[in-house]
C-alpha cells in the first residue's frame, strides 16, 4: 500500500536529511546562543547569495516581513497600498494595521497575479507602494510593475511567501530570483512554504543599505544602539535554531523545487484530457515552483469535487474562498461596499488546490487525477 496522500508531508522529507538538521539542532542547544546567534548571520549570507541580493534580515514570520518592510519605507496612515484582491490575508492585513488604506485590485485569471494594467489604473496621488504577491509560486509581471513604480516614484514591497527559488526574466534578459527586485521582498518560512524551516521564521531582503539598515532598526525596537530607541519598531527575530535548520534546507531548495515541478507535470499530463480541468498557466516571464497546484474547475462542481476526493481519501483547499474586499475585517475601511471584481469573484468560486509537495509519486499523482477524472466522467 503506497503512503496515504497529503497535501504536504514534511515528516518524510525531515526524513531523508534528518542528521544533518539534528547535528545542526544540536550545535545551537551546545551553544546556548538562542537568540541572535552565529547561525542567524551565517543564514542571511547564504540567503542574500542565493537569492542576489545585498541584504537579508531574519524576522519571526513572513506578516512581520511585510509589516516591517511597510514601517521602514515610512509610510504613514492615509497613504495608499495596491495589493492584489486575491491573496492570504497576511498582505492586506499589515496594510490595515498600520491605518494604510489596502487598494484591491483584480488579478489575472490564468496566472493569479496582479495585472499591470490594472496597477497603473489604480495609482492616485495617494500610492505610496505596490505589493505584488507571488502566488502559488509563480512571480507577477515585475518589469512593467517596476517601471510603473519608477515612474511615479512609488515603493515595490514583493510577497514572496510561496515563490522562493522561482525566477523572472527582466526586459534586458537577464533572469532574477523571485523577491531580489522591489524595493523589498519578504518571504515566509512557514514549515510548508518552499523554503520552510520547524516552526516560524521569516526575512525581509533588500539591495539598499540604509533601507537595510532601518529594516534591523524597525525589527529591534526601533533600537540604534543599546537602550537607544529612535523610533517605534517592533520585536521580531528569527530563531538561532530555526537558521541552523534553514542553512540545511536552503541546500536542498532547488532540488525541492525541482520536484514540485516534476510533480506539476505529471499532473498536467493526467488532467490534460478533462475537459472541466484547467491546468495552472505557466507564464513565459517566469519559471514556477509550483508552492500549490492550483486547478480551476466549475464553480457549480468545485465544492462537491472536493467533498468526492476527500471521500476516497484524497485532501484538497480552496485557495482562497473570499475575496480580500469581502473580508469582514476590511469592512470598516472604506466608505462604501466594493464592487466584486470579475476574476477574483469567479477564481474564489473555481479554484481547488490538490496536493503538492517534495515527497509526491507519480503513482500518488495518478490516483488523484483517476479520482477526478472519475467524478466528472462517470
Ligand atoms: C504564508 C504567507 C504569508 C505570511 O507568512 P507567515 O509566516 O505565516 O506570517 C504572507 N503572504 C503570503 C502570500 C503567504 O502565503
Known sequence: MDRPIQMVDLKTQYQHISSHVDEAIQEVLSSAQYVRGPQVAKFEKELATYLGVEHV??????????QISLMALDLVPGDEVIVPSFTFIATAEVIGLLQLTPVMIDVDPSTFNLRPADVEAAITSKTKAIVPVH?????????????????HNIAVVEDNAQSMGATYKMADGTTVKAGSMGDTGCTSFFPAKNLGCYGDGGAIFTNDADLADKIRMVANHGQSRMYYHDRIGVNSRLDSIQAAILSVK?????????????????????????????????????????????????????????AYLASQQIP???????????????????????????????????????????????????????????????
Open 250 to 306: 536552503l541546500k536542498h531548495l532547488d532540488a525541492y523545487n525541482a520536484a514540485r515541478q516534476k510533480a506539476a507535470k505529471t499532473y498536467d499530463s493526467f488532467l490534460a484530457n478533462i475537459e472541466q480541468v484547467v491546468t495552472p498557466a505557466r507564464a513565459s516571464y517566469a519559471s514556477h515552483v509550483f508552492h500549490q497546484y492550483t486547478i480551476q474547475v466549475p464553480a457549480e462542481e468545485r465544492d462537491a469535487l472536493k
Open 57 to 66: 534580515i531574519g524576522c519571526a514570520n513572513g506578516t512581520d516581513a511585510l
Open 316 to 378: 484538497a483547499n480552496i485557495y482562497y474562498p473570499v475575496p480580500m474586499y469581502e473580508q469582514k475585517a476590511f469592512a470598516s475601511h472604506r466608505p462604501t461596499k466594493m464592487e466584486p471584481l470579475v476574476h477574483t469573484a469567479s477564481l474564489c468560486q473555481r479554484v481547488l488546490s490538490l496536493p503538492m509537495h517534495t515527497e509526491l509519486s507519480a503513482d500518488q499523482i495518478s490516483r488523484v487525477c483517476q479520482a477526478i477524472n472519475l467524478f466528472f466522467n462517470k
Open 135 to 151: 502566488l502559488f509560486g509563480q512571480t507577477a509581471d515585475m518589469q512593467p510593475i517596476l517601471d510603473i513604480a519608477a515612474t
